[in-house]
């Protein structure tokens, strides 16, 4: 990700005192940064070249419980270190932390420098990398939804999570009223974002009480990941600031709509979109329906990566603008994948099964690897639904469960051969863990169900 901040300028920034702390920061597992917080002095003398972590950060929960059954590390193993090696080419500013700037790292192995399989960044960076041999760049976007509360973070906590109060009180999509007054949190995360060199576009009121939406202007994939992840942090450090919460749980209530991550998504070549044919009737190019097939057909195997805990599945719900089923169809919300742009120069494919809680450089990765199979075997696209794709009975199924999607993981020879089976084999643990965890807990709704009445 191009950063706003050369190592040359950050130095110059530290000496005349104008920088005092500098964020090291990897992608976990679940999409968070994690990392240090340097001196600044000692980054620029030193650390710049590479830090070190705890190998457990690729192989924790949410929690970071460090569950069994990971081959990448373990108790056995002792828990050793990963190399975090600073990318200078994304040093930039955090503009709503005093005299602080951020870099994210790549995480390496310890011996021998190779990187992580399994890291998030370098799972992205392989299947780009895929694809610049077949002569394409990716250009991506995300949509970031998310919820605003009341009260904060802390007193939320405090209070076990219950009786949440959205920061606004009716479905504000659009809403320009409502959300002027939510401008104490919108106005400084888009210009905070901004100056920290994120191609913001706007935010919006979305369509449920209290919630939010996002947009960041698309890039090149690997910038797109990279945005979304800090747009996210912060998202979550902005909204404490100002004494609200900031949630991005998909299903935070039964009755409540769900929060979502569109991604949208094109080929490139020497600057020119490749997805576009105007002589096509719907302006798609030959290129862009090999793709989609591939996105399509593979959907069931990657949707872990889209939704990758028990909550992201309460979200798939029909009359929800959450999709069911894995079709395409022409600028329709009821789908799983959505023509954009049709007849555009602008025409993309926008995939909607994604959660607020995905981590992007897993869900791209894993799409464009679904895109690259339907290219390289020349997959035909099916045509499009039309009208409500929820009912439609002959389409294939998203998965509906954390444990479906577990099982299409497991048994996906497609996903072992672009991703490696270790890495398969490290993400099913990761999804078998996550509802072991579930199933452990005696839930609210099980007592006042069946306390008296059982």
Known sequence: MPGTLTFDALKKLVKEGSVDTVLACLVDMQGRLMGKRFHAVNFVETSYKETHCCNYLLATDLEMATPDGFASTSWQSGYGDYVMQPDLDTIRPVPWLDGTVMVLCDVLDHDTHSPVPHSPRAMLKK?????????????MATELEFFLFEQSFDAIRKGGYRDLTPISGYNEDYNILQTTKEENVMRPLRNHLFAAGLPIENSKG??????????????????????????????????????????????????????????????????????????DALGTSELMRHYMAGLIAYAP??????????????????????????????????????????????????????????????????????????????????????????????????????????????????????????????????????????????????????????
């Open 301 to 454: 195997e990657y949707t872990y990566f889209l939704a990758p805990y028990v909550n992201s599945y309460k979200r798939f719900a029909k009359g929800t603008f959450a999709p069911t089923k894995t079709v395409w169809s022409v600028d329709n919300r009821t789908a799983g994948f959505r023509l954009c742009g049709a007849g555009t120069k602008g025409v993309r494919v926008e995939c909607r099964i994604g959660g607020s809680d995905l981590n992007p450089y897993l869900a791209q990765a894993v799409m464009l690897a679904a895109g690259i199979k339907g290219i390289e075997d020349k997959m035909e696209l099916a045509p499009p639904t039309r009208g409500d794709a929820y009912g439609k009975s002959d389409a294939v199924d998203i998965p509906q469960t954390l444990r479906a999607a577990t099982e299409t993981l497991r048994g996906s020879t497609f996903l072992r051969e672009v991703l490696g089976d270790d890495v398969v084999t490290h993400y099913t643990r990761a999804a078998e863990w996550e509802q072991e965890e579930f199933d452990r807990v005696v839930t609210d709704w099980e007592i006042a169900r069946g306390f008296e009445r059982a």
């Open 127 to 139: 299947q780009i990398a895929r694809l610049k041999e077949l002569g394409f760049d990716a250009m």
């Open 206 to 279: 979305e369509a449920e009480a209290g919630q939010e939406e996002l947009n960041i202007r698309y890039s090149a994939a690997l910038d797109c990941a990279d945005y979304h992840t800090i747009a996210k942090h912060a998202v979550k450090e902005i909204a404490w600031q100002q004494g609200h919460a900031a949630s991005f749980l998909p299903k935070w209530h039964k009755d409540r709509v769900g929060s979502s991550s569109h991604v949208h998504q094109s080929l490139w070549k020497d600057g020119k979109p490749m997805f576009v044919d105007g002589d």
